[in-house]
T-cell receptor, first 117, second 119 residues
């Protein structure tokens, strides 16, 4: 596609429910990032994929958060047993991944706004 | 430690005024990259500019200009003759060279500056 797409755009979950958030990166982009943005704050890094390999998951806040990108394109961020503090906007970004040295421009999707009641 | 500080939480100007958004960063790396993104009310982060640490030349793009000064670790953003459509939250971000300190090139964002341009 022309840009990064994410679904759903909005998700309301009851505390304790599992949720799955989808990201479809720009076609051909090797690198994929997930960020969490709390209200009134800047995005914070969660995890990074290079193709299907998850190379960095240091930002995942707990073991309830799990991400995958099995075929190196679409990625899913799963949150198990959601808590109220998980309420945030979850942003996905992709970059070409060809420079090998970091610092590439990341292109963001519209985000998924998650509200846990 | 890597850090980005945007000291201005909110700025309000009247249309056609010039406005400067400040950004100060901290990094131990000698190779790094700086970015500005715009986040309109719709929520999507829109890329504006990317600079690497070796290029201190200021850049102008239409009404937008950026002033990068390594001596003060600042990367400020100026909008000339602001318009209502410029109203948004603006984020400054830092990315270190991949592999340094375990970094994978992820972005480190400031808290953002909310700009309101009134007609």
């Amino acid at each position: 596609g022309a840009g990064v797409s994410q679904s759903p755009r909005y998700k309301v979950a009851k505390r304790g429910q599992d949720v799955a958030l989808r990201c479809d990166p720009i076609s051909g982009h090797v690198s994929l990032f997930w960020y969490q943005q709390a209200l009134g704050q800047g995005p914070e890094f969660l995890t990074y994929f290079q193709n299907e390999a998850q190379l960095d998951k240091s930002g995942l806040p707990s073991d309830r958060f799990f991400a995958e990108r099995p075929e190196g394109s679409v990625s899913t961020l799963k949150i198990q047993r959601t808590q109220q503090e998980d309420s945030a906007v979850y942003l996905c970004a992709s970059s070409q991944g060809t420079s090998g040295g970091g610092g590439e421009t990341q292109y963001f999707g519209p985000g998924t706004r998650l509200l846990v009641l | 430690a890597q850090k980005v500080t945007q000291a201005q939480t909110e700025i309000s100007v009247v249309e056609k005024e010039d406005v400067t958004l400040d950004c100060v960063y901290e990094t131990r790396d000698t190779t790094y990259y700086l970015f500005w993104y715009k986040q309109p009310p719709s929520g999507e982060l829109v890329f504006l500019i990317r600079r690497n640490s070796f290029d201190e030349q200021n850049e102008i793009s239409g009404r937008y200009s950026w002033n990068f000064q390594k001596s003060t670790s600042s990367f400020n953003f100026t909008i000339t003759a602001s318009q209502v459509v410029d109203s948004a939250v603006y984020f400054c971000a830092l990315s270190e060279a991949r592999g340094y300190g375990g970094s994978q090139g992820n972005l480190i964002f400031g808290k953002g500056t909310k700009l309101s341009v009134k007609p």
